[in-house]
């Protein structure tokens, strides 16, 4: 960490002192112990990491990626593939308890439902997170009970969403609104925060952050970005999105750029209901586009598309994350992104009021989305588009290209070994 670096989360310390919002230390904590932990407890943590893949290391060698994920597709089932397009939160593998309920460790049901529909990853919110070796047996837990590795995500920010660095138990940094960060002007900023959230999350087990927000903030009426963004000019954010890219996957976690075609100008709280973005294509590529641009540029594996609707660019109301021409015509072709297309949660009310979980996941996928975040009912969603597939609805070569997407990022991060 540099001096600018300590400098900064010591004053921005002493602003926050007495604010819950962010309780946790913004320098690491000493052992509470007080001394050297023993040697059995050093074992126990050492397994745990092992198990979460906490101490994974990166795959460079493009050829070794590719082949090796070539082969992996080559062995998997056609359910196994479909499986890997889902990145769900724990309700959804043990429905026993409700929504939103508090799990804390791996059931002998999410064993059950990762063996019967084998998640790509899954994601952990606050709500999940509640002490260090808690959350290492949680992710090692989740990661032996499936029969492939699992991307385990979190929403990382900074800021208001900080899933982790909002709990002092966690001993990790917490860091200002990237509002405050981008007002620094400084894309080193950004990257040593970004090197920082990696590093810990890391430690934990996880793999994918879905951060940075890569929206420009241009609306007083917005109601979903608003101090998460780096800031409304488009330069300044580009800049802070590529630093803070460039410092994550340094620390081999991927960076997902979000949400994608740009949410800053909206009026409307797609968690909500239904949102429609008022600009044409020319007016989204001098702007909301650059700092995505800027992202891909900086090689983040992930972009998560939104589900706010474009209808100047699609002339038709249905969301982002449902559309071939953002996500094919716009992502893939325009722009040569070939990492993964993420949606953002499926279970925001702008899907849920309009859909089914099976016709959304069905719907994003044909339009070309490579992981379905979220769906309102798991095995609804897997059971429907495994009888797309079977129907010919979606084919099935378009499953292996997005497949085939995902494992090359597990294999370059690790997931599966590390440098061979």
Known sequence: ????????????????????????????????????????????????KERAYADRKEVTDTATILGKAQELLQKMTLEEKIGQMFIVNLELLDD????????????????????????????????????????????????????YPLFVTVDEEGGDVARIG????????????????????????????????????ASLGFNVDFAPVADINTSELNEEIGNRSFGSDTELVSDMVEGFVGGIQSMNVSATLKHFPGQGSSTGDTHKGAVNLEKDITNLRKTDFKPFQRGMKAGADF?????????????????????????????????????????????????????????????????????????????????????????????????????????RVKVKRGLFGGET
């Open 166 to 201: 909002s709990n002092r138990n966690m001993k990790t940094s917490a860091f200002p609104p990237m509002e405050e960060v981008g007002k620094q002007g400084d894309a080193g900023y950004a990257q040593e925060i970004g090197e920082t959230i990696g590093r810990d999350i």
């Open 1 to 48: 960490m540099s001096k600018k670096l300590a400098v900064l989360l010591c004053l921005f310390s002493v602003v926050l002192s007495g604010c819950s919002l962010f309780s946790a230390e913004l320098v690491k904590l000493p052992d509470p112990s007080g001394g050297e932990p023993a040697k059995e407890e050093e074992k126990e943590k050492k397994t745990l």
């Open 303 to 407: 972009i998560m598309v939104s589900h706010i609707s474009i209808s100047r660019v699609t002339e038709d109301t249905k969301p982002a994350s449902m559309s071939e021409i953002v996500m094919k015509s716009i992502l893939r072709t325009e722009f040569e992104y070939d990492g993964v297309i993420i949606t953002d949660a499926m279970d925001m009310a702008a899907i849920t009021s309009e859909y089914t979980a099976a016709s959304a996941a069905v719907a994003s996928i044909q339009a070309g989305a490579d992981i379905v975040l979220m769906p309102q009912n798991y095995k609804e969603a897997f059971q429907g588009v495994l009888d797309a597939v079977k129907e010919g609805t979606i084919p099935e070569k378009q499953i292996n290209e997005s497949v085939e997407r995902i494992l």
């Open 96 to 147: 026993s308890q409700g929504s939103y309920y508090e799990f804390r460790k791996c059931t002998k049901k999410m064993k059950k439902t990762l063996k019967k529909y084998p998640a790509g990853g899954v994601i952990l919110f606050a709500r999940n997170i509640e002490k260090r070796k808690q959350v290492l047996r949680l992710n090692a837990g989740l990661q032996e009970a499936s029969p």
